[in-house]
């Protein structure tokens, strides 16, 4: 496919002063890898204050550092066609309503069949944007809403905005047993220290904080509305998981589904075919990264979640009948004067 135009520039902070050109570059130019980056400055294609530099070269606070490179992508992430759902768009973002099992960008195992793939294919231009505009990731199982730049400009706007944590970002999740009121969870995540592919909470990790509010209770389960202030590598499963209560259907964090006690059947039918995550970026709101006015988009419930939250009513519903009933059967006895 066609290679893509990279031009970015920062700025040596005070925090990364005497910082290997490599290392901090990699900090600067986040959306690259360390690797790729030693190959652009080794070609001369990434200057340190408009010149060459090593990539052993120690840098100094105020340094300008250009990045000024063709990004030749593979052909794994070549143009697919896919239906995307495309919530909002104009000449300077999208915003996409991912569907569950859908992979963001390609990766070992995944090499197509992405959102990258697909956006290639429906909106060509990104070819020439890292990672084809994507600003934010959600993980395959997770649905829901995902924002696009278009354009350079664009992008480099929403990078900051996220950096400044001006985008809200606001979830709805089904979680594992029933929680009494909404809260905060500030608690630092970091690199599981067995299971490298997963996160958990860490005293050494990066600060992570998320609020949670009840939406609707059941017996065993609780609909949240989840908003998040920072935005690391499964969050919300992992602060749900460390509060006890996992999302339904997540695996990997103890989110299993778990047999409903009164023995409804249908309840514990669709508790058993939820094969993923209960978890859906339902809102987002920004200012427009031109001209600054209020943009909001949300994504109604998939049908997944959709039928479970009615298998979960319906069984509530019978369980408070059954109540009652029970309740006046004992009234019933109390008064009978035989």
């Known amino acids: 496919m066609q290679a893509g135009k990279v031009f970015q520039q920062g700025r040596v902070s005070e925090a990364l002063d005497g910082m290997r050109l490599d290392l901090a570059a990699a900090r600067l130019f986040p959306d690259f890898s360390r690797a790729r980056l030693q190959g652009w400055i080794r070609q001369g294609k990434l200057t340190v204050n408009s010149r060459s530099a090593r990539q052993r070269e120690r840098l100094r606070s105020g340094d300008l550092l250009v990045l000024d490179a063709e990004l030749a992508l593979g052909h794994e992430s070549g143009p697919e066609s896919l239906e995307l759902e495309v919530r909002y768009q104009d000449e300077h973002l999208l915003i996409v309503n991912k569907p569950a099992r859908l992979v963001v960008h390609p990766a070992p195992g995944h090499r197509g069949g992405t959102l990258l793939n697909g956006l290639l294919h429906q909106f060509p231009e990104l070819a020439g944007l890292p990672r084809a505009g994507i600003v934010h990731r959600l993980d395959k199982d997770t649905s829901g809403l995902l924002l696009i730049a278009r354009t350079l400009t664009a992008r480099d706007e929403l990078l900051r905005q996220i950096r400044e944590r001006r ?65 690391r590598t499964h969050q919300i499963r992992v602060h749900m998981a460390w509060l006890g209560h996992p999302l339904t259907g997540d695996p990997g964090y103890g989110g299993r589904p778990r047999p409903p006690t009164g023995g409804d059947a249908r309840l514990a039918a669709a508790l058993g075919s939820f094969q993923r995550q ?60 035989s």
């Open 167 to 231: 985008i809200e970002r606001v979830y709805q999740a089904i979680v594992q047993g029933a929680l009494v009121a909404g809260g905060t969870i500030d608690q630092p995540l970091g690199r599981h220290p067995v299971h490298r592919k997963r996160r958990a909470v860490l005293a050494e990790g990066k600060p992570a904080r998320t609020h949670y509010r009840v939406l609707e209770r059941f017996p065993q389960h609780t609909l949240l509305k989840i908003s998040l202030e920072t935005g």
């Open 278 to 337: 209960a978890l859906h970026a339902w809102r987002l709101s920004l200012p427009h990264p031109v001209d600054g006015h209020e943009l909001t988009e949300q994504a109604p419930l998939p049908d997944d979640m959709e039928q479970l939250l009615r298998c979960l009513r319906l069984a509530r519903n019978k369980g408070k009948e059954e109540e009652e009933e029970k309740n006046d059967a004992d009234t019933g006895a109390r008064t009978d004067p």
